[in-house]
C-alpha cells in the first residue's frame, strides 16, 4: 500500500513538474521571441544578402551583354506584356460589374400583375447614343409597344430606362427618357404633383431634361425624385424616374401662368448600360373573365 501510495505521488509530482515547465518554457518564449527574432534576422542577413546580391549582380551582367537594338526589343516586348495584362484586368473588371448588375436586375420581382422579360443591349446609335438602342427581345417573347423598360440602381430599386418603340420578331427599339419624342406623366414622390417629362419650356443638356405642366402655385423641392404614375398603359406605378433639379421660379403677381417648367435628372445611366428588363402585362388566360 505505501508503495503505491509512493509511486502515485511521484506521479503527481512528474505531471505537476512537466506542466510548470512547459508554463516557463512558453512565457520565455513569448519574451525572448522579439529579441531573439531581431538577433538572428541581423545575424544571417549578411548571408541572405549574398544570394540576393549575386542574383542581381548577374542580372545586371546579363543586361550588359546586350546590344542597345535589343535591349530597346526587350522594353517594347515588355511594354507591350503590360498593354495586354492591363486590357485584360479592365476587361475582367467590366465583366464583373456587368455580372453584378445582371445579378440585382434578376433579383427584381415584379409588381402584381406584370412580368419581366430580361434583354440585352445588342446596337447603339453612335449619333443617338443615348436616345435610341436596340435589345435582343422581341414579340417572340411577348413584349409589345410602349413597354417600359427598366434598369436597376446600385442598391437595388428598379428605374426606368424607357419605353420599347419599334417591336420586331426578335428585336426592339428601345426609345429612353433622354429622347424628346417620349413623354410620359412623372409624380413628385413626396407630394404626387405629376407633371410630363420632355415637355415645357425648357431645353435639355447632356444629363438633363425638360418636365413642364407643373402647377404654378405650388411649393417644389430640389433632388425630390420623381415616379411612375401608372396612368401610360405600358408602364407600371412607381417606378423612380429621376430627380427634380431645378424649376423656373415666377412671381405670382406679375404671373398668370398655370404652369411651370423644370429640369428633370433621369435615374438611369446610360453610357455603361447593357442588361435591362422589359415589364409586360400579365394576361389572363383565354376565357377568363366571368362571362355568362
Do not use: C
Not at 189 to 202: C, D, K, L, Q, S
Amino acid at each position: 500500500m505505501a508503495l503505491n501510495r509512493s509511486s502515485l505521488n511521484r506521479r503527481l509530482f512528474m505531471t505537476a513538474a512537466a506542466g510548470v515547465a512547459l508554463l516557463i518554457a512558453y512565457a520565455g518564449y513569448r519574451t525572448l521571441r522579439p529579441g531573439a527574432g531581431r538577433f538572428f534576422g541581423d545575424f544571417f542577413y549578411p548571408y541572405l544578402a549574398v544570394a540576393r546580391f549575386a542574383g542581381d549582380q548577374v542580372s545586371n551582367r546579363s543586361l550588359l551583354a546586350y546590344s542597345r537594338p535589343e535591349l530597346a526589343a526587350q522594353v517594347e516586348k515588355l511594354m507591350a506584356v503590360n498593354r495586354r495584362l492591363s486590357a485584360e484586368a479592365a476587361a475582367a473588371k467590366e465583366f464583373e460589374e456587368e455580372n453584378l448588375q445582371l445579378r440585382r436586375l434578376l433579383k427584381l420581382d415584379p409588381p402584381a400583375a406584370w412580368r419581366y422579360v430580361a434583354a440585352e443591349v445588342i446596337l447603339r446609335d453612335p449619333v443617338l447614343w443615348n436616345e435610341h438602342f436596340t435589345i435582343d427581345r422581341g414579340s417572340r417573347d411577348g413584349l409589345t409597344k410602349g413597354s417600359a423598360v427598366i434598369s436597376v440602381t446600385p442598391d437595388g430599386r428598379p428605374i426606368l430606362v424607357g419605353i420599347l418603340e419599334n417591336v420586331g420578331a426578335r428585336t426592339s427599339e428601345v426609345r429612353t427618357l433622354f429622347s424628346p419624342g417620349l413623354r410620359l406623366s412623372a409624380a413628385l414622390g413626396t407630394t404626387g404633383i405629376t407633371g410630363i417629362v420632355n415637355a415645357g419650356e425648357r431645353q435639355p443638356t447632356s444629363d438633363h431634361v425638360p418636365i413642364g405642366y407643373l402647377p404654378s402655385h405650388l411649393a417644389y423641392t430640389l433632388q425630390e425624385a420623381l415616379f411612375t404614375t401608372g396612368y401610360e398603359s405600358g408602364i407600371p406605378q412607381g417606378l423612380k424616374i429621376g430627380e427634380l433639379s431645378a424649376v423656373e421660379e415666377v412671381n405670382p403677381r406679375y404671373s398668370n401662368a398655370l404652369h411651370l417648367s423644370g429640369l428633370l435628372k433621369p435615374a438611369a445611366q446610360l453610357n455603361s448600360i447593357r442588361f435591362l428588363l422589359i415589364a409586360e402585362r400579365v394576361r389572363p388566360p383565354a376565357g377568363a373573365g366571368g362571362g355568362r
